[in-house]
């Protein structure tokens, strides 16, 4: 199954960005074989500075009809992470076209964008900085494969 990070923002060069890569290449290392990846990046910004519902706009031209879309948002589902290892394979075993991760702004996403999305994850009811959600999203997708793949990097 083809995943994507659909984003706001461009990561510059910064300690985010150096632990958003490594976790995106060891998932496409684990995930691979498991049929899940690799994953792709696309990071849009909107240069004429509308706000959210012009970043909501750009989120949801670059969203294909038939992918299935997970909006994050601190009002979003809760898991563990064995938890959200099971979403994960529940959905590589429906098999869509894609899985898209969508990660607003730092203002978070347009209530069109939530509409759109067939789920909504949280990593806790605190806000975090979207470009630290990124390199979060990809550890946890990580250690999900990891979980999957039964390797010893997430100890019950």
């Not at 496409?28 to 509308?50: A, Q, W």
């Not at 806000?127 to 990097?153: D, K, N």
Request: with cysteine; hydrophobic share 45%; proline share 6%.
């Amino acid at each position: 199954m083809r995943l994507r990070i659909v984003a706001i923002g461009r990561l510059r060069p910064t300690p985010e960005k150096d632990l958003f890569k490594d976790y995106l290449s060891r998932f496409n290392r684990t995930g691979r074989p498991l049929g899940l990846g690799p994953i792709e990046v696309l990071e849009l910004e909107d240069k004429k500075g509308g706000g959210k519902s012009a970043e909501g706009a750009l989120l949801l031209k670059a969203l294909p009809a038939a992918a299935k879309v997970i909006a994050l948002d601190e009002r979003g589902q809760l898991y563990t992470s064995p938890q959200f290892s099971e979403r994960l394979a529940c959905f590589r075993d429906m098999a869509p076209s894609e899985l898209i991760f969508v990660i607003g702004g730092a203002d978070g996403l347009s209530e069109d964008l939530l509409k759109r999305a067939d789920e909504k994850l949280s990593f806790g009811r605190m806000v975090w900085p979207h470009m630290l959600v990124r390199a979060m999203l990809a550890e946890q997708l990580y250690r999900a494969a990891s979980i999957m793949a039964g390797g010893p990097y997430h100890r019950i």
